[in-house]
């Protein structure tokens, strides 16, 4: 229990401390934070509508975050898990406007298997390979294939294999077979929702109850001590990023089959970096993950709604998002705050003593 | 009239005493050695020197004042150049940047054209031609050690220290770095030369100084000091302590290296055509200075390090390519010397620790299927039985002191009734209650009849645990006794060079 405050805290000043100065930051420029933070909450919570669609939003960032997780906890840094959810998704929309025929128990899973497959091997595979035979740093690695994927993605819908006839640079809408059921009307929630928390569960036992978990974790903890052990360090690499790049595979799939249908060419999800934000605001673990991207999803669909009743830009929310990136960055800060005060409590404890 | 002159200089640390009556006289235009063991105290004295450490007590009288430097910065100001073992350069850096950084002008204002000049005109005034407009990391090691010295002399050092300074240099470097140190002492700039290796001080050097165990306990003309009394002085004359040793009897051949040649991750020969076996039920202590190959040689064993040449034995299986999980399966336990590094991962539980080398196999999982509880179980026993404190296993490792974190190495390498374990220093920077404990069980695990071993920089523990003795010296194993037919003495001259025969039979 004392553990679980002691890991829950810091986050949890962080996010305070990000809500606080945003209300500064509002004040000075003459708002009422009051109205504009409930106005943020009505908008995201304020109706079972808003919690759909909030929830819904968090369905793309829970999973892409747990990827990340997965190879933070590796000691790994896939900072292309925007590029690895635009290839899933492109691997989910074919799938899933072709093969109109199947049934939809065959066309769902083969569109997600195709989409984590796509991201896997795109976000992991090559970017593992190449650095554990050649040494190739993965945050370079990673990054640029995720130009390549997004990049690549344009090409598809501007008069590429997958646009559509006619002359929108759009690809054809996945058909019925293909779509995840919405499981809230009215709203964009849909049953994605289970898968991701079926991921965040599975994610959960493998990195803490299967010896796969423990030898991933001992890689990103200390590495020396890894091949101390026996263990094949490189492999543990691939693996840790090619089980990344899946999960952020399957989030696009999960999007583009539950939510949006087909690939448009605007393609800025922003899930790939915004969920950076959230595996590290949970500290790589699963559970806290939930929470974290139902937090950054609800700062995201509530800005509209306190933009149009308090005046207050909706990009306020991205100054909140900087902020608590900063302190979640700056934990030892935090650490050293409390130590300090901690050690004057002492200190007039003592004098206390001596005089009393 | 001397230019430095120490007397009765103390430094504790906790409750280890480093340095102890430390005298020191260093007269103008000399060269003085300082020579000692690891561990003799040899930094602690250097850091006094360079204000790195405040003395506890004693004095430090330089160019004709007492001396109370605050920091590095006041030394060098007085006039003390040091050059690290570890070069504090910044290899981005050309070699005249790195020369007057931090003294060249004022706020940002840097004089390319100046400073490489000056560089250029001191460098060859003081024989140690530099191109100043190189980049440090496109520099030789030797290189970068005269962009230290010059340094140091830029800031117009008086004294030079040089802390073991041929350490990381090739036979042609060391013959140049002597060449320049009497091109300092003619100008008349003394130099104080750090060494564990007899035959350089008495190449370069006009007196010595021998440091043993924070003391200075000698001091002499190198002239008139032969090689025995030198490495005498050294080791010491302590009467090694006798541990109990039952005699087992010496059976099988448990490890065969064979013609052993290892290179380091900078392509030098480190380990150089080495051969020895170890039996059943025997320690063999591995003694020799740090360096001198023996990590590399403990590395082809473990399998951590790709061999060169050679072969290595496991009872009769071949091992020489086997994988570390391979070697591991075999039933080679390892002790690293880097406990820290590369025997703990420090966030994982002692629980977690205990059970890091075997973790797929049963009991502590199965089927993949991590098994807490008895991962648990045996971590509780493991506890009890080396006494590693708190009682706790689900506690970071990281947490825990050094000697307890040691604790947990061992047990997790001695639980597994290893055929053979390695073990590296095993006793490094722990208290004499922790050592005797770690001493016992290594003991306990012969009379079993396994084998060990032991690699270590002390030589008292070499003698106290040690069925035979090899000495390592520059990659070379150049003898190998039995313990009770050796000296100190002679085990001292072997390791610093003197000897380079196998003189001894194994």
Same mark, same amino acid.
């Given at each position: 229990?004392?553990?679980?405050?002691?890991?829950?805290?810091?986050?949890?000043?962080?996010?305070?401390?990000?809500?606080?100065?945003?209300?500064i930051i509002m004040a000075i420029a003459k708002y009422n934070p009051w109205s504009a933070y409930g106005s943020l909450l009505m908008g995201a919570f304020g109706n079972p509508i808003?919690?759909?669609?909030?929830?819904?939003?968090?369905?793309?960032?829970?999973?892409?975050?747990?990827?990340?997780?997965?190879?933070?906890?590796?000691?790994?840094?896939?900072?292309?898990?925007?590029?690895?959810?635009?290839?899933?998704?492109?691997?989910?929309?074919?799938?899933?406007?072709?093969?109109?025929?199947?049934?939809?128990?065959?066309?769902?899973?083969?569109?997600?298997?195709?989409?984590?497959?796509?991201?896997?091997?795109?976000?992991?595979?090559?970017?593992?390979?190449?650095?554990?035979?050649?040494?190739?740093?993965?945050?370079?690695?990673?990054?640029?294939?995720?130009?390549?994927?997004?990049?690549?993605?344009?090409?598809?819908?501007?008069?590429?294999?997958?646009?559509?006839?006619?002359?929108?640079?759009?690809?054809?809408?996945?058909?019925?077979?293909?779509?995840?059921?919405?499981?809230?009307?009215?709203?964009?929630?849909?049953?994605?929702?289970?898968?991701?928390?079926?991921?965040?569960?599975?994610?959960?036992?493998?990195?803490?109850?299967?010896?796969?978990?423990?030898?991933?974790?001992?890689?990103?903890?200390?590495?020396?001590?890894?091949?101390?052990?026996?263990?094949?360090?490189?492999?543990?690499?691939?693996?840790?990023?090619?089980?990344?790049?899946?999960?952020?595979?399957?989030?696009?799939?999960?999007?583009?089959?539950?939510?949006?249908?087909?690939?448009?060419?605007?393609?800025?999800?922003?899930?790939?970096?915004?969920?950076?934000?959230?595996?590290?605001?949970?500290?790589?673990?699963p559970l806290g993950i939930v929470l974290a991207s139902i937090f950054f999803s609800a700062l995201s669909s509530g800005s509209q709604m306190m933009q149009i009743t308090s005046g207050?830009?909706?990009?306020?929310?991205?100054?909140?998002?900087?902020?608590?990136?900063?302190?979640?960055?700056?934990? &030892?800060?935090?650490?050293?705050?409390?130590?300090?005060?901690?050690?004057?409590?002492?200190?007039?404890?003592?004098?206390?003593?001596?005089?009393? | 009239?001397?230019?430095?002159?120490?007397?009765?200089?103390?430094?504790?640390?906790?409750?280890?005493?480093?340095?102890?009556?430390?005298?020191?006289?260093?007269?103008?235009?000399?060269?003085?050695?300082?020579?000692?063991?690891?561990?003799?105290?040899?930094?602690?004295?250097?850091?006094?020197?360079?204000?790195?450490?405040?003395?506890?007590?004693?004095?430090?009288?330089?160019?004709?004042?007492?001396?109370?430097?605050?920091?590095?910065?006041?030394?060098?100001?007085?006039?003390?150049?040091?050059?690290?073992?570890?070069?504090?350069?910044?290899?981005?850096?050309?070699?005249?940047?790195?020369?007057?950084?931090?003294?060249?002008?004022?706020?940002?204002?840097?004089?390319?054209?100046?400073?490489?000049?000056?560089?250029?005109?001191?460098?060859?005034?003081?024989?140690?031609?530099?191109?100043?407009?190189?980049?440090?990391?496109?520099?030789?090691?030797?290189?970068?050690?005269?962009?230290?010295?010059?340094?140091?002399?830029?800031?117009?050092?008086?004294?030079?220290?040089?802390?073991?300074?041929?350490?990381?240099?090739?036979?042609?470097?060391?013959?140049?770095?002597?060449?320049?140190?009497?091109?300092?002492?003619?100008?008349?700039?003394?130099?104080?030369?750090?060494?564990?290796?007899?035959?350089?001080?008495?190449?370069?050097?006009?007196?010595?100084?021998?440091?043993?165990?924070?003391?200075?306990?000698?001091?002499?003309?190198?002239?008139?000091?032969?090689?025995?009394?030198?490495?005498?002085?050294?080791?010491?004359?302590?009467?090694?302590?006798?541990?109990?040793?039952?005699?087992?009897?010496?059976?099988?051949?448990?490890?065969?290296?064979?013609?052993?040649?290892?290179?380091?991750?900078?392509?030098?020969?480190?380990?150089?055509?080495?051969?020895?076996?170890?039996?059943?039920?025997?320690?063999?202590?591995?003694?020799?200075?740090?360096?001198?190959?023996?990590?590399?040689?403990?590395?082809?064993?473990?399998?951590? &390090?790709?061999?060169?040449?050679?072969?290595?034995?496991?009872?009769?299986?071949?091992?020489?390519?086997?994988?570390?999980?391979?070697?591991?399966?075999?039933?080679?336990?390892?002790?690293?010397?880097?406990?820290?590094?590369?025997?703990?991962?420090?966030?994982?539980?002692?629980?977690?620790?205990?059970?890091?080398?075997?973790?797929?196999?049963?009991?502590?999982?199965?089927?993949?299927?991590?098994?807490? &509880?008895?991962?648990?179980?045996?971590?509780?026993?493991?506890?009890?039985?080396?006494?590693?404190?708190?009682?706790?296993?689900?506690?970071?490792?990281?947490?825990?002191?050094?000697?307890?974190?040691?604790?947990?190495?061992?047990?997790?390498?001695?639980?597994?009734?290893?055929?053979?374990?390695?073990?590296?220093?095993?006793?490094?920077?722990?208290?004499?209650?922790?050592?005797?404990?770690?001493?016992?069980?290594?003991?306990?695990?012969?009379?079993?009849?396994?084998?060990?071993?032991?690699?270590?920089?002390?030589?008292?523990?070499?003698?106290?645990?040690?069925?035979?003795?090899?000495?390592?010296?520059?990659?070379?194993?150049?003898?190998?006794?039995?313990?009770?037919?050796?000296?100190?003495?002679?085990?001292?001259?072997?390791?610093?060079?003197?000897?380079?025969?196998?003189?001894?039979?194994?």
């Amino acid at each position: 229990m004392k553990r679980l405050w002691k890991a829950l805290s810091l986050p949890l000043y962080a996010v305070i401390t990000g809500l606080i100065l945003g209300a500064i930051i509002m004040a000075i420029a003459k708002y009422n934070p009051w109205s504009a933070y409930g106005s943020l909450l009505m908008g995201a919570f304020g109706n079972p509508i808003a919690i759909g669609n909030t929830v819904s939003g968090a369905i793309p960032l829970m999973l892409t975050a747990l990827g990340i997780a997965v190879a933070f906890r590796t000691g790994l840094f896939n900072i292309g898990a925007e590029g690895q959810y635009w290839v899933g998704a492109m691997a989910a929309v074919f799938i899933g406007y072709n093969f109109a025929s199947m049934p939809w128990y065959f066309h769902i899973p083969l569109a997600l298997i195709a989409a984590m497959v796509a991201g896997g091997l795109w976000g992991g595979v090559i970017p593992g390979l190449a650095k554990a035979w050649v040494g190739a740093h993965e945050v370079i690695t990673t990054m640029m294939m995720s130009y390549i994927a997004i990049l690549l993605a344009h090409y598809m819908v501007e008069k590429g294999p997958m646009m559509q006839q006619g002359f929108v640079p759009q690809s054809p809408p996945i058909t019925s077979s293909a779509t995840l059921p919405t499981i809230l009307t009215n709203s964009n929630l849909s049953a994605g929702l289970y898968i991701a928390l079926a991921a965040v569960v599975v994610v959960h036992i493998l990195l803490f109850y299967t010896s796969f978990g423990y030898k991933l974790r001992a890689v990103g903890y200390n590495a020396f001590a890894a091949r101390y052990s026996g263990l094949p360090v490189a492999l543990y690499t691939v693996l840790s990023l090619g089980i990344s790049g899946v999960l952020a595979g399957l989030a696009g799939g999960v999007q583009f089959l539950g939510v949006d249908y087909q690939l448009t060419d605007t393609f800025q999800s922003g899930y790939g970096y915004t969920a950076i934000v959230v595996a590290l605001l949970a500290r790589n673990n699963p559970l806290g993950i939930v929470l974290a991207s139902i937090f950054f999803s609800a700062l995201s669909s509530g800005s509209q709604m306190m933009q149009i009743t308090s005046g207050v830009s909706a990009n306020m929310t991205d100054v909140i998002t900087g902020i608590i990136i900063f302190f979640v960055a700056a934990d &030892r800060l935090y650490a050293y705050i409390l130590r300090t005060f901690r050690k004057k409590q002492v200190i007039a404890v003592a004098r206390k003593e001596v005089q009393g | 009239m001397a230019l430095l002159e120490i007397a009765g200089l103390r430094k504790v640390f906790g409750q280890v005493v480093a340095n102890d009556h430390v005298d020191l006289t260093v007269m103008p235009g000399e060269t003085h050695a300082i020579l000692g063991e690891n561990g003799a105290g040899k930094s602690t004295l250097i850091k006094m020197i360079s204000g790195l450490y405040k003395p506890d007590a004693g004095t430090i009288l330089f160019d004709g004042a007492l001396r109370n430097f605050n920091n590095p910065r006041e030394a060098i100001v007085a006039g003390i150049g040091v050059v690290h073992q570890h070069f504090m350069l910044i290899p981005a850096l050309t070699v005249a940047e790195n020369v007057v950084l931090g003294i060249h002008g004022g706020w940002g204002r840097y004089d390319r054209k100046t400073a490489e000049e000056q560089v250029s005109k001191l460098s060859k005034e003081v024989g140690l031609p530099l191109d100043p407009t190189r980049k440090v990391e496109d520099l030789p090691v030797g290189m970068q050690q005269r962009v230290e010295i010059v340094k140091a002399l830029y800031r117009q050092a008086k004294l030079l220290v040089l802390d073991e300074p041929t350490a990381v240099l090739t036979p042609q470097e060391t013959e140049d770095l002597f060449e320049v140190v009497h091109h300092l002492n003619q100008d008349g700039i003394p130099v104080i030369f750090i060494s564990h290796k007899l035959d350089e001080v008495r190449a370069v050097a006009h007196k010595v100084t021998v440091m043993r165990a924070g003391k200075t306990v000698f001091e002499s003309p190198v002239g008139s000091a032969s090689a025995q009394q030198l490495a005498y002085w050294m080791v010491g004359r302590d009467i090694v302590l006798q541990t109990q040793r039952d005699v087992v009897q010496s059976g099988a051949t448990v490890l065969s290296v064979n013609d052993l040649t290892v290179f380091d991750d900078r392509h030098t020969k480190k380990v150089d055509n080495v051969s020895f076996a170890v039996k059943e039920g025997e320690i063999f202590g591995l003694a020799g200075v740090d360096g001198n190959g023996q990590t590399e040689l403990v590395e082809a064993i473990t399998g951590l &390090r790709k061999l060169a040449h050679g072969s290595v034995y496991l009872q009769d299986k071949d091992i020489s390519r086997a994988s570390v999980a391979k070697r591991i399966e075999q039933g080679i336990a390892y002790i690293p010397q880097d406990r820290q590094r590369d025997g703990l991962v420090l966030p994982f539980s002692i629980a977690d620790n205990l059970q890091l080398r075997e973790v797929s196999k049963a009991p502590f999982s199965k089927g993949g299927w991590l098994q807490k &509880r008895a991962a648990r179980k045996h971590a509780e026993q493991l506890v009890e039985e080396f006494d590693i404190r708190p009682r706790n296993v689900d506690l970071p490792v990281g947490d825990l002191s050094g000697g307890n974190q040691q604790k947990v190495i061992l047990a997790r390498e001695m639980a597994r009734r290893p055929m053979l374990l390695v073990a590296v220093q095993p006793t490094r920077g722990l208290d004499v209650g922790a050592i005797e404990g770690i001493h016992k069980h290594l003991l306990a695990l012969r009379s079993e009849g396994r084998s060990i071993l032991l690699v270590s920089l002390e030589l008292d523990e070499i003698l106290m645990l040690s069925d035979r003795i090899g000495v390592m010296h520059a990659g070379h194993l150049v003898a190998v006794y039995n313990n009770g037919e050796v000296s100190r003495e002679e085990l001292g001259l072997a390791m610093t060079g003197e000897i380079t025969a196998k003189e001894a039979g194994a």
